[in-house]
């Protein structure tokens, strides 16, 4: 098993910054990958970045490309989700997960951390 504890989120106003982390403990050698999704009210859940354990290999969604970036700390078992130039739309629940499969199917999740960017 794997536990997954994110940390970070807050209240900005727009055009503010915010770092998310997300700390990883248990079977951590098993991770291939980890990202982030969020959820904003009364929507589904949408992929946001996802980071690859070993070589560090990144991916964005369009709607954060060149304002988001995801790193990790393998040292630390963190990944970590810097966002900037922050929207009111980027207002949701942000959940880290964890995959062991190249395939991508997520088998572990946080618990989420509320982000709220006001206008």
């Known amino acids: 098993q794997v536990q997954l504890v994110e940390s970070g989120g807050g209240l900005v106003q727009a055009g503010g910054s915010l770092r998310l982390s997300c700390a990883a403990s248990?079977?951590?050698?098993?991770?291939?990958?980890m990202g982030w999704f969020r959820q904003a009210p009364g929507k589904e859940r949408a992929f946001v970045a996802r980071i690859t354990w070993s070589g560090g290999r990144t991916d964005y969604a369009d709607s954060v490309k060149g304002r988001f970036t995801i790193s990790r700390d393998n040292a630390k078992h963190t990944v970590y989700l810097q966002m900037n130039s922050l929207k009111p739309e980027d207002t949701a629940v942000y959940y880290c997960?964890?995959?062991?499969?190249?395939?991508?199917?997520?088998?572990?999740w946080g618990q989420g951390t509320q982000v709220t960017v006001s206008s």
């Open positions: 997960a964890a995959t062991r499969s190249t395939a991508w199917d997520y088998d572990y």
């Open positions: 248990g079977r951590t050698f098993s991770i291939y990958a």
